[in-house]
């Protein structure tokens, strides 16, 4: 069973293995925000609480070396930027996915790459991450409709975490804040 620890304020899980936070996190059905040393001191108000009411990994040393010294000796550090990916590689065979962000032209590319990488893939839906109020209210209606397993949110931080808690609120789902990445991964 999953264990964690509070450092400085935030609540920071430790995992023995990549396997065993996707695992943990797929049961959980929450948000993902990797935690490094530069968040354990400087992170805002609002990002300690979503992390404490979410799944915060030690995704830097610094996160790790702290849990080390509060006794969770078996924790690893885990890499976030890939992860997205390979949620998608462990779980298209039968769980859905909706990606959310990034640049029109972007996304679109993002999504062509992932039909070839991943055949069969099975996606609930995807948007670009520019929108207005109105439209924003439809995309977490639709997120709420299709009841995807995985939304990915690539718009960076604070809006990406802001749209996830407002549609896990709704919609419970392993909700995974991405930045760049889809920006990396479709060029
Ligand atoms: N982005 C978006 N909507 C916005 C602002 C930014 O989808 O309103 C996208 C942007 O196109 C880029 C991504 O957010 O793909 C990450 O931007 P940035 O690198 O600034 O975020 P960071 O990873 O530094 O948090």
Known sequence: MADFRIINGIKIYGFKSKDELMKFSSD?????VAVNAEKIY???????????LNIGYPDGVGA??????????????????????????????DKTFYFIGAR????QSTIRKLKIDFPGIKLAGF???YFQEDERAELI?????????????????PSQERLMTEMASKHPSVYLGLGGSFDIYSG
């Open 104 to 107: 029109e032209e972007i996304i």
């Open 127 to 129: 948007r670009n991450g």
């Open 42 to 52: 400087n992170a805002t108000e609002e990002l300690k609480d979503v992390i404490n």
């Open 141 to 157: 209606e639709d997120v709420v409709r299709k009841k995807p397993d995985f939304v990915f949110v690539a718009m960076g931080s």
């Open 28 to 32: 959980q059905k929450k948000l993902l």
């Open 64 to 93: 790790v070396w702290a849990l080390h010294q509060k006794g969770m000796k078996q924790a690893v550090k885990i890499p976030g930027v890939e992860l997205w990916l390979e949620f998608v590689n462990k779980f298209n065979k």
